[in-house]
């Protein structure tokens, strides 16, 4: 039974996921795929949900904090459902710039 939903970032799945030889292939993929700490990629998630968008839905920071957007065609892929403009794009940029 399902209990809670909630969508998690790579480096936050990766604490789920404990080492072992069957599971190499999972942690080889979080060692290719999970660019952040835990503890960055927090922050990051934190900085971006500050911005108190409504348009930036918690499925969209796990999506910004695992890819690390370089410009604004990649936040585009991100952001299917609705679009952001050009100075909420710039501001998602400068958070994830830190990082």
Do not use: C, H, W
């Amino acid at each position: 039974m399902i209990l809670n939903k909630k969508p998690l970032t790579l480096s936050e799945a990766k604490v789920y996921a404990k080492p072992s030889e069957e599971k190499r292939q999972v942690d080889e993929y979080f060692k290719i795929f999970a660019k952040l700490s835990r503890e960055k990629a927090e922050k990051l998630g934190e900085e971006i949900a500050k911005l108190n968008n409504p348009k930036i839905r918690e499925e969209n920071i796990v999506k910004i904090v695992d890819f690390l957007p370089k410009d604004s065609e990649d936040i585009n892929k991100i952001f299917v459902e609705t679009s952001l403009s050009i100075e909420e794009t710039n501001s998602i940029l400068e958070i994830v710039k830190k990082y």
